[in-house]
């Protein structure tokens, strides 16, 4: 158990609509991490939050958007899902941007129909 | 980051060591070099990183050439939860903020019993 939290654990949806992702990281870790695993394209990251900011975008679709909240939990949304967001989304968080271990959740199976 | 180049897949038996050769030989001299393993669809798990003395925690050894251009990471005694997918990942430390991790495609380790 690598102590972040992620909520839900699957989700199924339609097309054309828009999910919240939730993610709790570790106690104290203050940069969070998403990414996105889908068969076609592996392990990709996405977005980080350092401590309510964006810090990095990574490939990231214009239709996906994340905050960090002040108590530190950080939410994945995605908008108008088409059949290819189906995936795991994952998050991930560590103590200090530029700690050296990332410390990842159970993920979140999306499934869009 | 540096781009790595691991075997697809390789295989060991229980009880003997397993490993794993990754080769980065763009690699600069600020990067260090990450492993991390994904069990079947968990969310990836950190397992050690180095710059160029080799390294040694309670899951694995790191080995680093002397020319930084390759590394194995060892898994002294293999067992049959270690059949996972096993990433190596360069990337230098930024000190003032990090990137998410660029994910390649790694070396599925199958234990056999």
């Known amino acids: 158990d690598s102590g972040v939290t992620q909520t839900p654990k699957h989700l199924i949806t339609a097309t054309g609509q828009r999910v919240t992702l939730r993610c709790s990281p570790r106690s104290g870790d203050l940069s969070v991490y998403w990414y996105q695993q889908s068969l076609d394209q592996g392990l990709q990251f996405l977005i980080q939050?350092?401590?309510?900011?964006?810090?990095a975008k990574g490939n990231i679709l214009e239709r996906f958007s994340a905050q960090q909240f002040p108590d530190l939990h950080s939410e994945l949304n995605l908008s108008s899902l088409e059949l290819g967001d189906s995936a795991l989304y994952f998050c991930a968080s560590s103590p200090h941007p530029s700690e050296y271990e990332q410390y990842f959740g159970p993920g979140t199976r999306l499934t869009v129909t | 980051d540096a781009k790595t180049t691991q075997p697809t897949s390789m295989d060991c038996a229980e009880g003997r060591a397993a490993n794993l050769p990754c080769n980065h030989s763009t690699i600069s001299g600020n990067e260090y070099v990450y492993w991390y393993r994904q069990i079947h669809s968990q969310g990836p798990q950190y397992i050690i990183h180095g710059l160029k003395n080799n390294e040694t925690n309670e899951m694995a050894s790191l080995i680093i050439t002397e020319d930084r251009k390759s590394s194995t990471l060892i898994l002294p005694h293999a067992t049959l939860r270690d059949t996972a997918v096993y990433y190596c990942?360069?990337?230098?430390?930024?000190?003032?903020?990090?990137?998410?991790?660029?994910f390649g495609k790694g070396t599925h380790l199958i234990i056999q019993p």
């Open positions: 990942i360069v990337r230098a430390y930024s000190g003032g903020g990090a990137d998410g991790l660029t």
């Open positions: 939050y350092y401590n309510g900011e964006e810090r």
